[in-house]
Structures are given as C-alpha cells and as structure tokens.
C-alpha cells in the first residue's frame, strides 16, 4: 500500500443506517496518506503513525445523516494496520 492508494480510497455512503463522519474519516486518512509519503521518499519507516494509533482510533458515528460505511472503513483500516506493522520490520 503506498500514500497514492490512500488517496485514492473511496467510502460507500450511507445515510439510513449508521455511519462515520466523514469529515473525521478523510482527516484521519490524510494523516495515514503523509505518513505513508514520508516514508516513502526517506525510507525511514512511519514514525508519525503506529499499528496502534490506527486500531485506537474512533470516529463520530452518524444517523439520518450521510456518513461513511463502517463496514468499509473499518477493513481499510484493518489494512493500514497489516502494512505499518509490514514496515515496522
């Protein structure tokens, strides 16, 4: 996973079941996408995100308002967390 395919990750919309702010969500993920970039241009790991910080997080959830699918961003999630601790070796 590099910082191109965070950016590029897309979020079902929901809007009658609950769901995460999306606001929060794409804030987190440009937190995930600099942190990824930084360490593909200096090869130095991801010092500014762990496994950790990524599994602790929580976002508002929504209801009768569009927000994120759980369900989706929670796996994305899931494999964010494969590929910091991937480059932690």
């Not at 995460?20 to 360490?39: K, Q, S």
């Not at 200096?42 to 929504?62: C, Q, Y």
């Amino acid at each position: 996973m590099r910082a191109a395919d965070v950016r590029g990750t897309r979020f079902e919309p929901v809007t009658f079941r609950e769901g995460y702010d999306m606001a929060a969500v794409d804030a987190f993920l440009a937190r995930i996408e600099a942190a990824f970039a930084a360490d593909e241009q200096s090869g130095a790991g991801v010092p500014d995100l762990t496994p950790e910080d990524v599994v602790a997080v929580r976002f508002t959830p929504t209801r009768f308002r569009q927000g994120y699918s759980q369900d989706g961003v929670d796996d994305f999630l899931d494999q964010v967390v494969g590929e910091l601790r991937r480059r932690a070796r």
